[in-house]
């Protein structure tokens, strides 16, 4: 993998892989939290106001300390800004989606993005995998499918719903291929700051507006006034938007995205034992062993990396060529 051939600590990789699957795998938790004072469209607007926040402190304190990253040259602000708009992209539909399907469609579709990202990574950037790489994704997305369908209490076909999640879903997996392009050309941080930025600029004033036109202002204060909507707000923000949309950038500059996607679905499992530890629901055979798959999945993707002619294209090289 890339990883190993700059120099990245495979340590330090896996480490912030690991990091990034708990972030998401708990995200769940705070959406329930936010819930019970708001509605989604308000959750969201303060999820990345608080994104947005972090964002400013975080790139003021790498410009004092000199860490912020420098280049020289021209580079295409183009692809950076492509890149934050499939994340963008991907939670508009999610939301609307909402309308239309359930959540379990919703968990069902989105475990198929690792499929979708290889896919498309295969046409666009022309990254290749190994049989032993097909061979725990699929085992991986089998049982994420098994565990999502057997945890159910019900299951409602929304042919409109699932149509909009199946759009939403390839928008996440372009927005890891994009990202997984454009790596040593935009650094991690920069493709964070601009979702950040995007997404304030859309979601917040659409909260507002909302607000305004249904003469119901107070709806955006209220939520507020409670400590634990604030906190979870601001968990929601800080982890699941600014440091997750880091590290899945950190993750695809330096692993293929078909490595990458894996530490994704394994949040789904994590979301499922933290409701078990956290919210004492129940915990079955099948959750041990889809659990057991996946798992031994990720570990075996870890140790299964194709070679480097397998990497696909990058922003670099095709400017590279181009100059």
Known sequence: MSGGTDGTSKLKLYSVAVIFTLSIGFAFFGIKKCALYADTLTILSYRYLAALL??????????????YPEHSGPRPKGKLYQTAAFYILFMILQIFAMFFATSIEGAIVYAMVPIFAKIIGRVVLGEKSTGLQLF???MTVSALLVLV???ATSIELNITGLIIMTISSIFMACNNVSSRYVRGVFAPIEITATIAIGGSAIFIPAAVIRALVSGNAAMLWEPLKHGEFVFWAAFLGIFCILLSAQFMAFMLAHMEIIQSTVFNSASTLVSIIAGALILGEPLYWYHYLCGGIIIA?????????????????SLGEDLEKTS
């Open 136 to 138: 725990f994704i699929l």
């Open 54 to 67: 972090g964002v400013i402190v975080w790139v003021a304190v790498a410009k004092k300390l000199g860490k």
């Open 149 to 151: 369908i057997l945890n």
């Open 297 to 313: 999945c990720v570990i075996g993707m870890i140790f299964a990396p194709s070679k480097k002619e397998n990497e696909g294209r």
